[in-house]
């Protein structure tokens, strides 16, 4: 999405109380619901990452979680037929859809069952992910741990948690 049409958004929803919000949010994101509630699939990450995008300009009390906070974090399979980058800077997020050189956490994983299971499952076990050989991690836990709240907030706003 572009900055005009985010910045429309923006300023549209601005108007509308939280639960309106979130209900936008929700209907503009049913791919991704569907994705959610069944099988995952190669489209999933693309899905999570403009449906993100999307709640960041729909929704300030989602924003939120991002004013003053600046990152890229690298996601892509081992084989590297999938790569795509989020960019966060200030309230703001871009996605690339090519891996950047240069990022604060990197995440391979085996497939996208596996970096669903990383960061949206109810008992989020980041060492266990890594134990089971699904996930490579480098970079700062930190924002590890942040993308997956950020992750399981916006499945909290779709009504499917």
Not at 3 to 11: D, E, T
Not at 71 to 77: I, M, S
Not at 79 to 105: H, K, L
Request: charged share 20%.
């Amino acid at each position: 999405m572009n900055r005009a049409k985010k910045s429309a958004l923006r300023l549209s929803c601005s108007l509308l109380p939280g639960r309106i919000q979130d209900g936008v949010v929700s209907w503009f994101s049913k791919p991704l619901k569907v994705q959610l509630c069944g099988k995952i699939t190669d489209e999933f990450l693309e899905l999570l990452l403009g449906g993100m995008d999307l709640a960041f300009a729909l929704s300030p009390g989602y924003r939120r979680n991002i004013q003053d906070f600046r990152a890229t974090y690298v996601f892509k399979t081992r084989d590297s037929s999938v790569g795509v980058s989020a960019v966060f800077d200030n309230g703001n997020m871009s996605v690339d859809p090519t891996p950047r050189p240069f990022c604060q956490a990197l995440v391979c994983f085996k497939d996208p069952h596996a970096l669903w299971s990383f960061l949206l499952a109810k008992d989020q076990d980041i060492l266990d992910s890594l134990l089971a050989n699904a996930v490579d991690v480098e970079g700062n836990l930190n924002y590890i741990y942040k993308f997956g709240y950020l992750a399981r907030d916006l499945t909290r706003r779709l009504g499917l948690a």
